[in-house]
């Protein structure tokens, strides 16, 4: 079995700073990439930020200059580096992975898992 959990969320001013994390546990020999998707209201889901095994990464152009992935390989755990939080950055945010995982012998080089999300809240 393969869990993500995810740290972190919480209530902030805007400006403020918030640090999510995720770590990823069972039965994982991979970790091809891990990311953090986020979801408001009313709207869909979207990408937050990605990084993958080689270290590439890629934001959503309403993060970019604010938000920072980064990943812990070792510990298969992924941060989110949150800055000048604004208040349209209210959501529920939500731990993704794509991992290489076996069970009783078999082996998938590649599932997707989400974690059960995280609420930041920013106020103005």
């Known amino acids: 079995q393969v869990q993500l959990v995810e740290f972190g969320g919480g209530l902030v001013q805007s400006g403020g700073s918030l640090r999510l994390s995720c770590v990823a546990s069972?039965?994982?020999?991979?970790?091809?990439?891990m990311g953090w998707y986020r979801q408001s209201p009313g709207k869909e889901r979207e990408l937050v930020a990605r990084?993958?095994?080689?270290?590439?990464?890629n934001y959503a152009d309403s993060v970019k200059g604010r938000f920072t992935i980064s990943r812990d390989n070792a510990e298969s755990t992924v941060f989110l580096q949150m800055n000048s939080l604004k208040p349209e950055d209210t959501a529920v945010y939500y731990c993704?992975?794509?991992?290489?995982?076996?069970?009783?012998?078999?082996?998938?080089?590649?599932?997707?898992?989400w974690g059960q999300g995280t609420q930041v809240t920013v106020s103005s």
């Open positions: 993704n992975a794509d991992l290489g995982t076996y069970y009783s012998g078999s082996y998938s080089a590649s599932d997707e898992y």
């Open positions: 069972g039965s994982i020999f991979r970790i091809n990439a």
């Open positions: 990084i993958t095994d080689g270290g590439s990464t």
